[in-house]
């Protein structure tokens, strides 16, 4: 697995590049990011305009293939930023981009405003981050079990369903329609709402379960039990919420995944979250930071993953996966100002 890289943050194996070499490693990094091509000393010259003799050009481009920063993909084709090469372009050389305020009212909008809960949240976040760097965007938060329940509410949405919505700490908020066996009128639900804060406010969510489960006390009254009881159907496994994705057509239509047996086992590597879910929580807290060549010996190793683990009480990550030569100064912004909003409704 690749190691995280943060702009700013060097590397005793970035090389010292010389003027010349720094100007056509950008040209070349601009160029090939536009076309998905390799990129030739010609095309250097003439589409890129650097102000140097082929034969400089060409010198620069053996200097860097020789530091591993490039490589060609077949002998005679041009040649192509490594994973190295694009690691050494985010550390060294990316500026990361300002963001149009019209993105940032969104956000707000989105992600600040919200009452909803959490898993609300996380797939609105996931949306986001497609949505401005048209990329696979992600998210996700790890088992909510061990959380504390500080507010219980119990509303009817008809007489066969109920809205149980469970606050944990200040702003986190899980909720659940229950498919009820038994018609209950408001009122019963509102002394069944009392029963269940007095035994269960203060207990962790994964004590809350079990107690629905097994609690002699709540089986007694019958209204209760019919609540607990569809809680419990509900609740059959942890409080945990899945890895929420957007944007996969994206990565389909980049020329790097036209193949149909690469592009399948991303997608499989996608829908199964794994080990995506555990490199996005790997990181500093609080800061996007960018894997690139994620996996060298798996299907995303053409891929890079940018993405920003939540401080705060509630552990889980935003981020966006999308080929080596994506964007980054964009993504990173974007990542890193969903992954702040988020983390401020959270808190």
Do not use: K
């Not at 038994?182 to 002394?191: D, G, N, Q, T, Y």
């Not at 029963?195 to 629905?212: D, F, K, Q, S």
């Not at 994620?294 to 891929?303: F, I, N, Q």
């Not at 920003?308 to 974007?334: E, F, H, K, N, W």
């Amino acid at each position: 697995m690749s190691e995280p890289s943060l702009p700013g943050r060097l590397s005793r194996e970035d090389p010292d590049l010389t003027e010349r070499q720094r100007g056509v490693f950008n040209a070349l990094i601009e160029l090939h990011g536009r076309t998905a091509r390799p990129v030739s000393s010609e095309a250097l010259a003439h589409e890129a305009g650097i102000p140097l003799s082929p034969a400089s050009i060409r010198g620069a481009l053996a200097e860097l293939e020789s530091m591993g920063l490039l490589e060609r993909p077949h002998a005679s084709a041009g040649r192509v930023p490594t994973a190295r090469g694009w690691e050494h372009h985010v550390r060294v050389m990316l500026t990361p981009a300002h963001l149009p305020a019209a993105w940032v009212e969104e956000m707000d909008r989105v992600l600040l405003h919200s009452t909803r809960d959490i898993e609300h949240l996380l797939n609105d976040a996931s949306r986001l981050l497609s949505a401005f760097t048209r990329q696979l965007g992600l998210a996700l938060a790890a088992s909510l079990d061990e959380e504390p329940l500080a507010v219980l509410e119990l509303a009817a949405l008809d007489r066969r369903r109920a809205l149980l919505v469970l606050h944990l700490g200040a702003r986190t908020v899980r909720t659940l329609v229950l498919e009820l066996e038994s018609p209950l009128e408001a009122p019963e639900l509102e002394e069944v709402a009392a029963v269940l804060r007095e035994r269960l406010i203060g207990l962790p969510l994964a004590t809350v379960r079990e107690r629905l489960a097994g609690d002699w006390e709540l089986a007694r009254g019958s209204a209760v039990r019919v609540v607990a009881r569809s809680a419990r159907a509900s609740w059959a496994e942890p409080v945990s919420t899945p890895l929420y994705r957007a944007g996969v057509m994206h990565i389909a239509r980049h020329p790097e995944f036209a193949d149909a047996d690469r592009l399948g086992s991303l997608l499989q590597v996608v829908e199964s979250g794994s080990p995506l879910d555990r490199l996005m929580v790997a990181c500093l807290e609080g800061q996007a930071m960018v894997r690139v060549g994620v996996d060298e010996d798996h299907a995303l190793s053409a891929c890079s993953l940018v993405s920003y683990a939540l401080p705060g009480a509630v552990s889980g990550a935003v981020g966006v996966l999308g080929p080596l030569r994506m964007d980054y100064a964009r993504v990173l912004s974007v990542v890193d100002a969903v992954g702040a909003r988020l983390a401020e409704r959270l808190a």
